[in-house]
Nanobody, 115 residues
Framework: QVQLVESGGGFVQPGGSLRLSCVVSGSIFRIGVMVWYRQPPGKQRELVANINSRGSTNYVDSVKGRFTISRDEAKSTGYLQMDRLKPEDTAVYYC?????????WGQGTQVTVSS
């Protein structure tokens, strides 16, 4: 069974940084596409960034230059490094792993950016 366990959320002031982690159980991590989504309060869930098994990445325009997605195959872990955080980055962040018709979700972690 594939499980995704997230950590690293919290409270930070504007301009600060956080790093989210997503540990994936199961060998599917090596061949799957890791995706980070977020859901701001009262809004729809949106895709933030993704990274495939070859390391190719994509970002939503609002986080380009501030967030970095990465993956460590040896640790079966995906990361989202978030720098220069803004209040509008406040959301519940979810990691997601996709492979063919399958997808798996983490439990979500709250990120709050406020002064």
């Amino acid at each position: 069974q594939v499980q995704l366990v997230e950590s690293g959320g919290g409270f930070v002031q504007p301009g600060g940084s956080l790093r989210l982690s997503c540990v994936v159980s199961g060998s599917i991590f090596r061949i799957g596409v890791m995706v980070w989504y977020r859901q701001p309060p009262g809004k729809q869930r949106e895709l933030v960034a993704n990274i495939n098994s070859r390391g190719s990445t994509n970002y939503v325009d609002s986080v380009k230059g501030r967030f970095t997605i990465s993956r460590d195959e040896a640790k079966s872990t995906g990361y989202l490094q978030m720098d220069r955080l803004k209040p509008e980055d406040t959301a519940v962040y979810y990691c997601n792993l996709k492979w063919q018709s399958f997808e798996y979700w983490g439990q979500g972690t709250q990120v709050t950016v406020s002064s």
